[in-house]
């Protein structure tokens, strides 16, 4: 099992950066760590994701050149920075431990964090 931590939300103006932590309780290197986001109203949708087994991550269309998912082994944290946000960004972002795939189906992952929140206004 692990227990997921994030931090880092809040609030930006757009084109502003913000970066999210999920803290693993040492468990970095068991479990590939992804990022999702939602809405109001809208479905949780896969955002990032990094491998435990070889450090790989995968973005999605919408945030590719723009995020940054990386990993402190030794610190057990997984961090998301988030650069030139845009208005399609405010949302509960959750982390969550489960398999990194090209798909991040959320069925992938096992155990979910509570979720910081992003706003995004000017």
């Known amino acids: 099992q692990v227990q997921l931590v994030e931090s880092g939300g809040g609030s930006v103006q757009p084109g502003g950066s913000l970066r999210l932590s999920c803290a693993t309780s040492?468990?970095?290197?068991?479990?590939?760590i992804g990022w999702f986001r939602q809405a109001p109203g809208k479905e949780r949708e896969a955002v990032s994701c990094?491998?435990?087994?070889?450090?790989?991550?995968w973005y999605a269309d919408s945030v590719k050149g723009r995020f940054t998912m990386s990993g402190d082994y030794g610190k057990g944290t997984a961090y998301l920075q988030m650069n030139s946000l845009r208005s399609d960004a405010p949302a509960i972002y959750y982390c969550?431990?489960?398999?990194?795939?090209?798909?991040?189906?959320?069925?992938?992952?096992?155990?979910w964090g509570q979720g910081p929140q992003v706003t995004v206004s000017s």
């Open positions: 969550a431990a489960g398999l990194c795939s090209g798909y991040m189906r959320t069925y992938e992952y096992d155990y």
């Open positions: 040492g468990r970095l290197h068991v479990y590939s």
């Open positions: 990094i491998s435990s087994s070889d450090g790989k991550t």
